[in-house]
């Protein structure tokens, strides 16, 4: 019974310390296309119906789809090129599709090494983002997208990717979401499927 008990607060004292280590997200800089000084700003910027939804591995995941449809619509406001609506006249329309692609097993057992080490030995958890995007302009003319992009996490005492910077996993999705918006209104801008 001792040694049960023994085992039972050596796993609860390693998981509550693994909890206390920290981990710094980094936004992979690969995937920065795109920046607002390359895009022209409309003096009238189109109105445009929204429809955004968030997947891990395939899987909807729909607790996150608000959180991604106001990182899209923040981003599209802050171009000057489109403004989101709600309003059914309105025949433009633009669709996002976030997959995080995760491998959840590799990531907890990284996660418990690091744990039982008390983070001096750190690790690196990498979550790769598919997104796809769709377009209709409202004459008939409709195009297509697909860009990557990644948030590499350091956990415990390892280094990040070198030249990036550090910050929260919440906000390195929020700029994974920008980055990945904006390459894709500045690619609309380059076909002429919307003005100039």
């Known amino acids: 019974m001792k040694k049960m008990l023994k085992a039972v607060i050596l796993v609860a004292s390693v998981s509550l310390l693994s909890a206390c280590i920290s981990s710094r997200a980094y936004v992979d800089q690969q995937y920065h296309k795109a920046s607002y000084d390359s895009i022209q700003r409309l003096s009238t910027p189109v109105p445009v119906k929204l429809d955004a939804h968030f997947l891990r591995n395939g899987q909807p995941l729909p607790a996150v789809d608000n959180e991604l449809r106001g990182h899209v619509e923040r981003t599209l406001r802050a171009s000057g090129v489109f403004t989101p609506t709600s309003d059914a006249n309105v025949s433009v329309s633009l669709g996002v599709t976030a997959n995080n692609i995760a491998d959840l097993a590799a ?28 377009f209709h302009n409202g004459a008939n003319q409709e195009t ?29 999705f929020g700029r994974v979401v920008e980055e990945v918006v904006l390459n894709f209104v500045k690619e609309l801008q380059d076909k002429g499927l919307v003005p100039r």
Do not use: C, W
């Open 107 to 134: 990531a907890r057992a990284k996660g418990f090494g690091t744990g039982l080490t008390f983070g001096a030995v750190g690790s690196m958890v990498d979550d790769n983002y598919e997104f796809k995007f769709s």
């Open 144 to 172: 297509q997208a697909v860009y990557q992009h990644a948030i590499h996490t350091a956990i415990g005492n390892t280094n990040g990717p070198a030249g990036a910077t550090p910050t929260t996993l919440a906000e390195a």
